[in-house]
């Protein structure tokens, strides 16, 4: 083994950024076909990887990809992140200084699902695949960003669940599918603007509970919650959006690591959702191939553990597991060359679609620089961003601030968030030009003074520290704001939450602080607590829930406090109580509640008992709702059916329902942005019935004080259909409501009839054996 | 409120470290009986207490003490930490550069445990009060420490089991008081040199294990198992050892957070135990008395829980919750100024105790300074103390290395243990004049060439980094050490582990290491870990464990992998397998095994599948032993009791049962220590029986080749009696044997006979209500 290992340290010498795009004009490439301009994708592709010694072969399988010098192919890092702007990363690399120091950050995933604003989602990653094709330019970054993140937000006690939009998978679906039109730049362009990874395919999100953890993890997933719930974001993102790559994950999926599962990477991901297009590859999570072998403990050889993942499909491997081991694994003949030409094949196609192989002329992508960096315009969009996603959970008037004219209005501050950095960024963030804290954004306002507290020591030792200078926050002030929660010390990736509880040293902290007489604000900044103490505590004015804002969060903050801007954001989660933790175990990953196993039900759809819950959000006007117009009561399922434009719809689930239009009046005198949430419920298809699921949403904008505007929900078959127990999605006659707005404000019943219709036959999984 | 709460600013104004002594000659206390030194202590005391105002009073309750300048009576910040050396804490202060900007740094207590020396313990606790006393002339440091921590190590996944010498009561038991003895300056002098502190009373060993955590925890443990367990290192301590101040912990105990069971504080602990001394005082650990109103909800406001727990005896609460709301509940008539005088009287007899009042001419500690620290002997005896505590855990013969003459060893080291810098400490520790690490100290060896590959990444992302550099470690090298193991990232304050395991990733690289012919020697540091993958594998040839050796544990280890000093530690804990923690919850505090429950029983005393034993061992010679010259096998009861010296022996355990001499023959030729480990096992008493219990040890120095030395096992009555379910200590007739060394090498058979005699009649808590 020890030959094999120096042969292959040559891998360890390179850079991990690539050098130079290879030379199709005078390099030892120019007469391949891989240069050809005028060949197809897979034939230059195929032209390349014939060209290929195998060793070399082998060689090209890690992130950390070595090229071949020999054909002037440079070395490779695939390994680009960007889930919120270009982030750093192994083949990231952000100057010390000057230009390509920074990029625009924006919020994290969790507060940007806040805004149910698709066009915001496509804007910011328009941005940052620009600003990620600047880096490219300047060798700073690959042309591929393992992103986004999105497994749906089950769990509360997810340490990643801040990457991703939130919990419901309708909701992911239309995100994702924003985003990675606007991070591909499309998908009938003949070059891809960079390639997106949706990952964690598939039923990745814990971390580390207990003794299970991601790398040992097996998830049991009943075939309809997969098909219904698990699968969904990634359906869209293979089969809809046609993303160029998939990332498969740490865990297993019932009995069977990801990484080596033929069943969802072959009979899934590229046979019931064709994508088999030019380029499109797997990749592994970290280390998932080794992961394989320990501690799934799924093969009982490190060879067989890269040769079942490679036969499976995954044509990636983060890590040097591939490249380590797959050289043996060919010796002892566990697999042809045909594999991993394969796999090549795919690899290098995805290269070639982002003009890897095409001189710089062909496409603009390879003139943007770092003028198309962190412009103004860029960073207000991160300000508009956090803006539209900052969730009003509780006022009792005391928002927006009033401020007598001629007057200053006196500020006491305090809290673990007021004066953060990158704190704002959460994970997964780059370097910022600035990072604007509440501290510093309320300093900028003309007409307040604020007098801030800082906290000498964390929460652990509450009162040891100056835990009586921060009781005394009220004193000479007009009003306290808190801005605190939790960061990424408490959730973050491979560290799960035990609780969704304020710490008590603080609950006993803010209390006191409430209970002198002068108003209290409070922002919560994290992922969701339990703010039941505060909820009810009269003494505390108002509650702003702002996520991970950003880099200009502590602006759009202020802009809301000030009422500058007026929050519209609603709860992409449910916030659970406390004690729902101690209800359900972090592994059990049934949706459906269980009265032998005591699981109360997993999101809004399973769930009733919230603090708060899924959709809510205040705003400093109010609204009423109704649906407008639409005279259609009852629906002719095999009518709908015919009536879909095949051609235009390869998948019934696409096909339109109908849309209906929902006049929404401002019954206050602010102008408001609103955000039209349609939900469905029913007693259709498979017991038990969800409690309602989210269909359609529209964010409207500055909708006029005492005036009023439509939303269109635009509802398609797979809106109203279900999954049985085998994942078939089966459009069921019976009566319907859409229910709209959160709370339920009204309601539009209407009724399916005829003979149920499947619109997606699942694939089932093969007998093991 | 706020008023309250602005009277009390001035605390926050002074310094956190003493600026003086008072002046006793001309200050504003000069006349006030407290500065006459011929005055006893209680007088002394009651004189200053009857001169301050009750708001003073309360001021004083804080560790953060803002003293009482109208009386020149300076600030003193209650809050040192010297765990194992003296420690940065909020009351000391280390200088940025030269004098008092180090102090030496000792390995953790569960590395010295493992040296079974008391004679080292008491030499190193007497470095500690030297450097303490010299920070403390310095306005460096305050007078009292909270060190040691004597809570039982009995889960392996307790984070802070690191600071404990280990599992077994027994071995803390004659640890703390040779502890104590050097701490404080032993027990007849009239100035303490200072005072120590024993936490956590009582109960407290899990930081945080799911939503579970030490400030919520309510430790259930039954009677007999607290009496015979938990709280013997504390009797020790506080009735035997005398020491100054023990800390309550967070925990309640059976219901009653224990900062306000005046069952432990007062019945248990003052009474039972004859705990009332001059000055002897108790103070919360930091924050606890918040905690009794949040998280435990133990007391319905916050001026009950400040009340419960200055009644129930605690005096001195580390946080601000006292001096915040005690002036309240005193207003509201919840306690008598007599409940405060007498807290405060045993605080500053406390502080007379250690001279603050007398002049500096009084005691030589007044005199010693920064010559006094970090002095060559006391560098040497940081490297002696881990020296003796390392234990060799495998070796196929290639230790010690050999180096033949006139070559070099060719060494390939890797691992991210090798080349670390304050992780050789853990935590709770000081600055040090130099950290050396293993690779600092190979390479001061002349004839070894070192080739060192770090790492690049974590284990999080094994693969990823320069896995393949790190399995290349073999090539051209003679032997390959591996320096790894778990730190404080995995296991600290607030932080349990959820396993006992290696992690997958690099059980897969040692392993793979191991593979290609090159021999691999594993050091393995941090707490136990279950080191069957390597324990089972021929390739790995040997197994040291380190623990947190200190500044000089680099040193320390290099000279046991040469042989200048010859291993002879013994585990100081069990070495469980991985399965075990799923096999018991962490917050059972049960020790014997429950079949209902599935605990398979705690400590060697009650768990017999263990990896590696408690006290295991193995030296670079082999021993045998046996008792020698003890003929006597039959002992009366009755006769034992009598013949005590009731005058030298106070309680009836510790009277002499028998002295055991054991002939120790080093059977090699290689002179090394030995630690002689006597266990008492035998059926009688309360069912069910203990495998066996420590009963003495002794370690002895530098045996030399095929030569004999005689050990001294001096057991005690209460090295044989056993506690009854209500915890009464009794010494029951029967048939005894004497077991000698890990595993067993000779057994020494006795009977007792006559009736049961109860040695400890245990106080019972009182029916709630």
Chains 1, 2 share one sequence.
């Not at 192919?73 to 690399?93: D, I, K, R």
């Not at 799934?296 to 983060?318: F, I, K, W």
């Not at 679609?353 to 412009?375: I, M, Q």
């Not at 315009?377 to 006022?395: D, H």
Request: aromatic share 10%; with cysteine.
């Amino acid at each position: 083994m020890a030959a094999t290992l120096l042969g292959l340290f040559a891998l360890l010498a390179v850079p991990t950024v690539a050098d130079l795009f290879p030379d199709c004009a005078k390099g030892p490439l120019a007469n391949n076909t891989v240069c050809d301009t005028t060949a197809s994708v897979g034939d230059r592709a195929r032209a390349l990887v014939n060209a290929l010694h195998i060793d070399e072969k082998f060689n090209l399988t890690g992130n950390t990809s070595p090229g071949v010098p020999r054909l002037g192919l440079y070395s490779y890092q695939w390994w680009q992140e960007a889930l919120h702007g270009v982030a750093s990363s192994p083949g990231v690399t952000f100057a010390p200084k000057g230009d390509y120091s920074y990029a625009t950050s924006f919020p994290q995933p969790i507060l940007m699902g806040a805004a149910f604003d698709d066009a915001l989602i496509n804007a910011v990653a328009t941005v940052v695949s620009t600003e990620a094709r600047a880096f490219n330019n300047a060798n700073r970054s690959g042309l591929d960003y393992w992103t986004p993140n999105i497994n749906p937000y089950k769990d509360p006690r997810w340490g990643r669940g801040q990457e991703t939009p939130g919990e419901d998978p309708v909701h992911l679906k239309n995100y994702v599918a924003a985003l990675i039109d606007g991070l591909e730049g499309g998908q009938n362009q003949k070059y891809k603007k960079v390639i997106a990874t949706c990952k964690h395919f598939a039923a990745y999100d814990l971390e580390d509970w207990g003794t299970t953890d991601r790398y040992n993890f097996d998830a049991q997933v009943n075939t309809q919650e997969l098909a219904e719930y698990y699968m969904q974001p990634f359906q869209t993102c293979a089969r809809d959006a046609k993303v160029g790559s998939i990332m498969c994950s740490y865990n297993a999926l019932n009995g069977v690591p990801t990484c080596a599962d033929p069943y969802i990477l072959q009979t899934i991901l590229r046979e019931h959702w064709n994508w088999t297009g030019d380029g499109q590859y797997i990749t592994s999570d970290c280390d998932a191939i080794q992961n394989i072998y320990l501690p799934h403990a799924y093969t009982n050889s490190r060879e067989q553990a890269v040769t079942d993942a490679l036969t499976a499909g995954c044509d990636l491997n983060c890590g040097s597991y591939y490249q380590t081991h797959l050289p043996i694994a060919y010796d002892q003949g566990l697999f042809n060359q045909s594999v991993i030409d394969q796999a090549l094949i795919r690899l290098y196609s995805a290269l070639i679609r982002l003009g890897y192989f095409d001189p710089a002329s062909a496409t603009p992508y390879r003139s943007l620089n770092f003028k198309n960096v962190s412009t103004p315009a860029s960073e207000a969009l991160a300000l508009k961003a956090a803006e539209e996603g900052i969730v009003l959970l509780k006022n009792d008037g005391i928002l927006p601030l009033s401020i007598p004219s001629g007057k200053k209005l006196n500020i006491g501050l305090l809290g673990e968030w007021a004066n953060v950095t990158t704190q704002l960024q959460g994970n997964y963030a780059g370097i910022a030009r600035f990072l604007h804290a509440p501290l510093y954004s309320l300093q900028q306002l003309s007409n307040v003074n604020v007098q801030y507290t800082s906290t000498e020591n964390s929460i652990q030792f509450p009162t040891t520290g100056n835990w009586q200078q921060l009781l005394a926050a009220p004193i000479g002030n007009d009003v306290v704001i808190i801005a605190d929660g939790i960061n990424d010390n408490d959730e973050s990736e491979s560290h799960d939450r035990y609780d969704v509880t304020w710490a008590p040293g603080k609950i006993d902290l803010i209390n006191q602080v409430a209970s002198q007489g002068t108003p209290v604000i409070i922002l919560q900044f994290g992922d969701q607590l339990d703010n039941s103490p505060f909820l009810n505590n009269p003494n505390i004015s108002a509650i702003l829930w702002g996520g991970y804002p950003g880099m200009a969060g502590g602006d759009a903050i202020v802009n809301i406090l000030t009422g500058k801007t007026k929050p519209a954001g609603r709860l992409p989660v449910t916030q659970y109580p406390g004690e729902y933790v101690s209800q359900v175990d972090m592994t059990d990953m049934n949706l459906r509640p269980n009265t032998s196993s005591g699981n109360p039900g997993r999101t809004y759809k399973w769930y009733d008992n919230a603090v708060l819950p899924f959709g809510y959000g205040l705003h400093y006007t109010n609204f009423s709702v109704k649906v407008a117009g639409s005279s259609k009561t009852t629906y002719n399922i095999s009518g709908l059916v015919s009536g879909c434009n095949r051609s235009h719809f390869k998948y019934l689930d696409l096909c339109p329902f109908d849309s209906f239009n929902v006049n929404v009046t401002n019954t206050g005198s602010v102008a408001s942005d609103f955000v039209t949430l349609g939900f469905i419920s029913g007693q259709n298809g498979p017991k038990p019935y969800p409690i309602k699921e989210l269909a359609a949403y529209q964010r409207l904008f500055n909708v006029a004080g005492h005036s009023s505007q439509t939303a269109k929900l635009n509802l398609t078959l797979g809106s109203l259909a279900r999954r049985d127990v085998n994942g078939n999605q089966i459009l069921y006659p019976g009566d319907y409501g859409l229910l709209l707005d959160v709370p339920t404000q009204a309601t539009w019943n209407f009724t399916l009839t005829g003979s149920p219709v499947t619109l997606d036959q699942w694939p089932q999984k093969p007998a093991q054996g």
